[in-house]
């Protein structure tokens, strides 16, 4: 979560529709993942950056996550901008 903006208007929308505000979002990905063999070892691929406008761009990839018994694996659209001297997380689409 360091790299999401700590707002309320952060916004995450996965496979149980959107959420809104950082610590909901920490809170929902706490219960799904729940002890270290559920979260496994998370990896990314990017494939594509794009500016949208200054201070502001979008990132398309695609996420892992290996278990022992299982690899899952999706992919993400992510907006970031730049805040306060960081680039953070402002919205994050996963399925």
């Known amino acids: 979560m360091q790299g ?10 996965g496979s149980k529709g959107a959420t809104y505000g950082w610590q909901k979002t920490l809170d ?3 219960k799904t993942y729940s002890n270290t063999e559920l979260i496994g070892k998370l ?5 594509e ?5 200054d201070g502001t761009a ?7 996550i290996d278990r022992k018994q299982e690899q899952l ?3 993400f659209l992510i907006i970031i901008k730049r805040i306060a001297g960081q680039w953070l997380i402002v919205a994050d689409h996963s399925s």
Do not use: E
């Open 4 to 13: 999401y903006w700590k707002s309320d208007s952060l916004v995450f929308i």
């Open 73 to 75: 694996k999706g992919h």
């Open 43 to 47: 990896s990314f691929n990017i494939l």
């Open 58 to 64: 979008m990132v398309i990839g695609q996420w892992i």
């Open 28 to 30: 929902n990905y706490k």
């Open 49 to 53: 950056k794009r500016k949208l406008a």
